[in-house]
């Protein structure tokens, strides 16, 4: 990833191994920098996005990097059943101690997505597809894991530099996570390439950094096709 920053080639995601460390170091303080206003906002801004566009219940949602199951305990009353999705066991073992998921889930969420099909009628994804710089697979098998009709709900950090492309975080602790930035114009246009289409799509405070807000884009997608 810091290669990537100063020219070398974009890589696709970051790679397990990475993802695994970061998370494995950041679980047991995770929900503390998500608590009030001027922490982690990722989570806050998925469950509001889906309130905002449905108020109904429905039967069966996938939480994709679920983490310590902070989006499952504020979309819990919106599913009869949720299950969590992460590849770091320390940040599972977190979310396993807050009771709301009815099934947690180490491993690959594109693994879990395309062999689930048609499973679900909602999926999210709080501060987890920053960590992949193509979202054509993500969208594909989200894609095929939803019902017609379904949402994907989403956190992202802006590419402003270039609205139709994705670009490498910066060099202001971005970039040392393995996160990508992503275009509002390369987000719709994937997804239209899947059959979505885009029912929400803003910039809002992602979470802060010595006190200052850090843009980043929450998306809901809706699967027509």
Sequence with gaps: MLLASVGGALPDRASDRQIAQLY?????????????????????????????????????????????????????????????????????????????????????????????????????SAATLIHFGDLDPVFAAAARCLRRGGLFAFTLFPNDDDPEAVAIGTLNGLAQGGCFRHGDGYVRRTAA??????????????????????????????RDG
């Excluded at 992460?86 to 693994?111: F, T």
């Excluded at 006190?211 to 809706?222: D, E, K, M, Q, S």
């Design 24 to 124: 494995t170091a950041r679980a047991g303080r995770w929900d503390v920098g998500a608590a009030g206003q001027t922490g982690y906002q990722g989570h806050r801004l998925v469950a509001a996005a889906l309130d905002e566009l449905s108020a109904d219940r429905v039967e069966a949602i996938v939480d994709a990097g679920c983490g310590t199951g902070l989006v499952g305990e504020l979309v819990r009353a919106k599913g009869g059943h949720l299950v969590g999705i992460d590849m770091s066991e320390a940040m599972l073992a977190q979310a396993r101690q807050k009771n709301v998921y009815d099934a947690l889930i180490c491993g690959d969420l594109l693994d879990y997505l395309t062999s689930h099909e048609q499973s679900c009628d909602i999926i999210t």
């Design 193 to 222: 390439k899947h059959r979505f289409s885009v029912a929400l799509l803003r910039r809002e405070a992602h979470e802060f950094v010595r006190n200052a807000p850090l843009p980043g884009t929450i998306a809901v997608l809706r």
